[in-house]
């Protein structure tokens, strides 16, 4: 038996910012003390998704050269760290390069390119074909590859297990939705179990767009068990030892390059297992992570956001603050003649609780305004939606106002079931850089508000959001006694249906098999079909479920088919 150490090197890289991925690589192996294999994510050295940076030639040579700093740091362990391989042609392969005493040992390439939800990585790399090799490090055979390549049956890690690996070890981009961690769990288990041989899993961490990379990195041993992880939604850098087995060479097995020797210790280091996050929980973090990286790495600042008194703002307000400090979110109150007493009292209620910075701004004066200007128009004063409407974009105008006076990001408040059935104004509460829930539902946004209470309270002991908020029927206030139920089904009846149309691709047809009510998905299907030109033009936000609006969903604007 061998014992190989691992460090498992958790990072947040930057798309495109290739110096400093590669200190950011230099900082992290100054962590790392007596170490034999140090693994990055996909792609480190470049970020990723890249999208359409791949197609750059410069950007691919660029990248290659900061593979050889990165190289150039490989003098105490050896480093398996991801990169753009330029290839023949002006194709680019994603790769994974081992690096050891300052050069690169050798590389190898994605097979297995995915092409489903969010990922398009046929239209940006070319699949690997190369012979498979493996790696001797510390005098064990380690087989080598890259996130997708993991998961399909009969594809590399298979052929490494056949051809003499006595070790498999992954790196990943593996962006995060609900669920996800489990199945990476089995997946990784699952190939421990059946070869026998341990898996080690590194993951990449941090915002990029519209997608959250959640870490979680993993070591499983050959009965299954995780033996070491990564936390949830932060850098890490978790090294551990790992006992592996010695297999006999088969007669056919792969080439084998030599990397390092094995080295004699005598301590043994462990890893504590993590309590994990319950579903709720990491759903927030998520939130939390997305929100703090898109600002910060698009390089602001602050936010502002509308605060309304209502759940959905309340909740992006309490997210902003967690992700970048309460001094850095700047509440707007923007009252108008239908904004109720107990509205404004909560929205005020909210800010004191968490020491928000907030400005008043009444809309009644230019509400008033541009009703007097619009009454000269044939359609004479606007009355019903298009009033509800005017107020909505007033206040949208006085958000971009004051970001664009500041240098701060509009934050959008709007939730999931809203935006699915359309109960958004364009230009108006639509407006902003980021629209933070995006892609959570509304019975999701309480749920979320209540799991914050149960969290740490606000520096004056009591809850993050007040019970006032949470209890209050919803409503957008754009008219005298308006509740929300009063143009949509209750949220309860709503998010089933939402969720098993979007993100399960039922049919109306089949929805109504499901046992749904016929005369209720009709209503639905319609509603959200309607909408798709309205979701076309909105801000992009987190992706958290298996299928958000944006990229992973990609229904035509003009669609005539209704199931």
Aim: proline content about 7%; glycine content about 10%.
């Amino acid at each position: 038996m061998n014992r190989i150490r691992l460090a498992l090197m958790q990072i947040n890289t930057v798309v495109g910012d290739l110096p400093g991925n590669v200190d950011r690589i230099r900082q992290r192996l100054d962590q790392v003390v007596d170490c034999d294999l140090a693994l990055f994510p996909e792609m480190a050295v470049t970020g990723y998704p890249l999208e359409d940076l791949v197609h750059k030639p410069g950007f691919v040579a660029d990248s290659r050269a900061a593979l050889d700093e990165v190289a150039a740091l490989s003098d105490r362990c050896t480093l398996a760290v991801g990169f753009a391989d330029p290839g023949p042609d002006g194709t680019v392969y994603n790769a994974l390069a081992v690096c050891r005493n300052g050069q690169v040992l050798g590389t190898v390439h994605k097979e297995c390119l995915p092409t489903y939800d969010v990922f398009d990585e046929a239209r940006d790399f070319r699949a690997g074909t190369g012979p498979l090799r493996l790696f001797r490090v510390a005098g064990v055979r380690v087989g080598l590859a890259i996130c997708e390549d993991l998961w399909v049956p009969g594809g590399p890690v298979e052929r490494l297990v056949a051809g003499g690996a006595e070790m498999v070890a992954t790196i990943n981009g593996s962006p995060y939705h609900r669920g996800k961690q489990a199945a990476r769990e089995s997946v990784v288990t699952a190939t421990a179990t059946w070869s026998g041989r341990p898996v080690a899993y590194v993951n990449l961490v941090g915002g990029q767009d519209q997608l959250v990379f959640d870490g979680g990195s993993m070591v499983a041993d050959p009965a299954g068990r995780i033996i070491g992880n990564g936390p949830r939604f932060e850098e890490a850098v978790v090294c551990l030892d790992v006992d592996v087995d010695e297999v006999p060479t088969p007669p056919d097995g792969l080439p084998v390059v030599d990397v390092s020797d094995p080295v004699d210790r005598s301590d043994h280091l462990v890893v504590p297992p993590l309590a994990p996050l319950d579903e709720v929980g990491e759903l927030y973090e998520a939130l939390v992570l997305a929100t703090r990286d898109y600002v910060h790495k698009s390089g602001f600042s602050d936010v502002c956001l509308g605060l309304s008194g209502g759940v959905d703002s309340a909740l992006v307000a309490t997210i902003a603050a967690d992700a970048l400090g309460s001094d850095r979110v700047h509440a707007v109150l923007m009252p108008s003649r239908h904004s109720s007493e107990h509205s404004v009292n909560d929205a005020e209620d909210l800010v004191s609780r968490q020491g928000l910075d907030d400005l008043t701004l009444p809309i009644e004066e230019v509400h008033r305004a541009l009703g007097e200007a619009l009454a000269t128009t044939p359609e004479g004063e606007p009355v019903g939606l298009t009033d509800e409407n005017l107020q909505s974009r007033i206040r949208g105008v006085l958000l971009m106002a004051r970001a664009n006076a500041n240098g701060w990001l509009v934050l959008s408040t709007g939730n999931k079931s809203e935006s699915a059935v359309g109960y958004t104004t364009l230009y108006g509460d639509t407006a902003g850089a980021f629209a933070v829930i995006k892609d959570v539902t509304k019975t999701r946004v309480y749920e979320l508000c209540h799991w914050r209470n149960s969290q740490e309270p606000a520096a004056d002991g009591r809850q993050v959001v007040p019970e006032a908020i949470l209890d209050k029927p919803p409503s957008a206030e754009l008219r005298p006694d308006q509740r929300d139920d009063q143009s949509l089904p209750p949220y309860d009846v709503l998010d089933p249906v939402l969720e098993a149309y979007i993100e399960g691709n039922r049919t109306r047809s089949e929805l109504v098999a499901d046992g749904h009510d016929p005369d209720l998905v009709g209503q639905i299907v319609e509603l959200v079909d309607a909408a798709e030109y309205k979701r076309r033009q909105t801000p992009l936000g987190p992706k958290v479920t298996v299928k958000g609006f944006g990229r992973d969903r990609r229904m035509p604007i003009v669609n005539h088919y209704r199931g």
